[in-house]
DNA sequence: CGCCAGGGCCATA
DNA sequence: TATGGCCATGGC
């Protein structure tokens, strides 16, 4: 089964309307600390913590508000008691570069991209999105939207992180642009209709999807 | 009421 | 290497 990334990327980006990046946030360290709270967990309560947290956004704030505060103010988006020492883990790295993104960005991309999967709390996912979305390194998000997504398609490639990561890496135009927004369309295609029981009724894909077939009546 | 959500860590085999 | 339990709230 061939399966064209790009023919993929261009129906998604013809349907839905997202905006060029994607990723919601009014700043970079908002999106890596969204990235952290988002860990298995519905947008829709990540953003009710960073309401919560709105005057608090800063590298600095966050680092010096104690952390059963941080709890509280995290709670909406679940696994609040890990997730609070996990953002303090990533506040403690950050401030051994002066909370600077620019000089983070001096570094190699696989030293930054090693060195925060280093961070209890950081696996490979979110690394990529803090990577990708909060450092523009090009380097593309794989979850498990992804791969649910593509397996159905029929892309016959062992379902596992790395092995989509470097299909995907491999097969792509190195823009930063599409591989924000490529990801954010496979997210907002799957909450709407590649779900673990899927919608395949209605979906223009269907037609691609080998899966779908099963479900189209 | 049960299912699911833009994962990751850890113990066990 | 590969499962399974655990972490937890809120929308539907």
């Not at 649910?148 to 930063?176: A, C, H, W």
Request: aromatic share 14%; charged share 25%.
């Amino acid at each position: 089964m061939f399966i064209d990334l790009i023919d993929i990327y261009q129906k998604l980006y013809s349907v839905y309307n997202i905006p060029d990046g994607w990723w919601p946030g009014d700043s970079n360290f908002e999106i890596m600390v969204g990235a952290l709270l988002t860990q298995n967990t519905n947008w829709n309560n990540v953003e009710k913590s960073l309401h919560n947290l709105k005057n608090l956004l800063t590298p600095i704030s966050l680092y010096d508000l104690p952390i059963e505060e941080l709890e509280e103010l995290i709670k909406p988006s679940g696994f609040y008691g890990v997730k609070a020492k996990y953002l303090k883990n990533l506040l403690e790295w950050f401030k051994k570069y002066d909370f600077s993104f620019d000089e983070l960005n001096n570094k190699e991309k696989d030293e930054l991209r090693n060195e925060l999967l280093n961070i209890k709390g950081i696996g490979k996912e979110t690394a990529d999105s803090i990577l990708l979305y909060a450092f523009n390194k090009l380097s593309f998000v794989i979850d498990s939207y992804t791969i649910r997504m593509f397996s159905r398609i029929g892309l016959n490639i062992k379902k596992d992180y790395d092995t989509y990561k470097i299909f995907f890496e491999n097969k792509l135009p190195k823009n930063i642009i599409l591989y924000k927004n490529y990801h954010g369309l496979i997210v907002e295609h799957s909450k709407k209709y590649c779900k673990k029981k899927p919608l395949c009724k209605n979906c223009f894909l269907k037609n691609l999807c080998l899966f779908g077939e099963k479900y189209v009546r």
